[in-house]
């Protein structure tokens, strides 16, 4: 394992140490947004990690190497290669490390790669789930069943609101995925702060967060824990207004064809350019608040250990 995992100094110190460390991920860097934004976007939230007290883990592949904790080299790299990065999940890691190349991590591999290093908080935008008309499609995100297997607690605005969000949320309970709110008893849906369904719990601290994360390891439960974080109001969408405009993309995907992986780049490319640049910038928002939270939570975590 030692000859591919590569984790640095100081996320290795803070392991070591008993500091906080907050995971994120890279596929936002190589296919969320264009060059140089991606990357001063990745920067600020490692700053925001930062500045709350925690060590930032940005996570990808590079020349076939996990690397846990990427440098901003390695994270300029990334935003300049753009979509020449590979979109790495789960299944694609053996086949890019073997040859060495350069990947993007999405959810399930971040999360696989973090859980190998010993990280146990991540941050993201929002996570994959069932797409609209899996029933014809079976499209389904490998995040889910990642969230099922691996022990990472997975800090997001929800799932994405391109997604069947009621039937995510019923394959997340099939799988013993605890959803938690945020503050919130209703699912956030990424770019608003509802979706009309509800979490399994709320918890109103970053500590009662911490806790049942904590519990949870403690008593042997595999798989980890969703908590949903709703985007702060004033970076929030009309509920209507971004729902028309997903409509729309979803509608020309399937008339293009567009499938699997390629399909969740794709719908928020074209959202963002259907919104005139807006959602990009809710998308941005909530990523920040996402790792403000999971920040908080991993230095409660810390304090229990």
Sequence with gaps: MKQYLNISAEVKSALQ?????????????????????????????????????????????????????????????????????????RRDIPFIVAKGLNGATTVASTMYIASLAGVQVFATGGIGGVHRNAEKT?????????????????VCAGAKSILDIGLTLECLETRGVPVVGFQTEDMPAFYTQ??????????????????????????????????????PDSYAMDSKYISD???RAVEEAERLGISGKETTPYLLDKIQRLTGGKSLQANIQ?????????????RELCKLK
């Excluded at 079976?138 to 997975?154: C, F, G, K, N, P």
Aim: aromatic share 4%; net charge neutral.
């Design 17 to 89: 140490n008993n500091r906080p460390v907050v995971a994120l991920e890279s596929t936002i860097i190589s296919h969320g947004m264009p060059y140089p934004q991606n990357v001063q976007t990745a920067l600020m939230v490692e700053q925001i990690v930062r500045d709350a007290g925690c060590v930032p883990a940005t996570i990808a592949i590079i020349e076939g190497k996990l690397t846990v904790g990427c440098s901003k080299d390695q994270i300029d790299l990334l935003g300049r290669l753009g979509q020449q990065v590979t979109k790495v999940s």
């Design 138 to 154: 079976m499209d389904i995100s490998a995040d889910l069943d990642e969230l099922q297997q691996t022990s990472v607690m997975v």
């Design 194 to 231: 509802k979706s009309g369904f509800k979490v399994d719990y709320r918890l109103d601290t970053a500590r009662e967060i911490a806790e049942a994360f904590f519990v949870q390891r403690k008593i042997g439960l595999q798989g980890g824990m969703l908590v949903a974080n709703p985007i």
């Design 245 to 247: 405009n997903i409509q």
């Design 286 to 298: 909530l990523v920040y608040n996402n790792a403000r939270l999971a920040s908080q939570i991993a």
